[in-house]
């Protein structure tokens, strides 16, 4: 009697084991037919784009490495550059000091109590 529960059991976890093959195998199917529509739309809206371009005469902006291969960056936006990088620096240094402080008194925080700094 043992012997059939055991192979009653087997073969009802083979069954269930060839379903879930079958679901996967259909999952697989069904991502692959969603990644080619998505590809198909992404190239129809490139092409839009470019008809749309192409009509009211707008030229792609040069890349990066463009603007400076050719020298375009003029001395004052990299000054403006330099300066907003330092500010950043400057603000991220206050934030890990901010964060070493809570960290401190972390104990004597209580959330959603709101009061007097």
Do not use: W
């Amino acid at each position: 009697m043992a012997k059939e529960t055991m192979k009653e059991m087997l073969k009802t976890i083979d069954a269930k084991v060839s379903h879930l093959e079958d679901i996967c195998a259909d999952d697989r199917t069904f991502i692959i037919k969603l990644v080619k529509q998505t590809n198909e739309i992404v190239k129809f809206l490139q092409n839009l784009e470019l008809d749309i371009d192409e009509q009211y005469g707008i030229e792609a902006p040069p890349s990066f490495t463009d603007v400076i291969d050719r020298n375009e960056l003029s001395e004052k936006r990299m000054i403006e550059v330099k300066e907003l990088l330092e500010e950043f620096k400057a603000k991220s240094s206050d934030l890990k000091e901010f964060e070493e402080e809570l960290k401190k008194h972390k104990d004597k925080l209580t959330p959603g109590q709101v009061g007097d700094a």
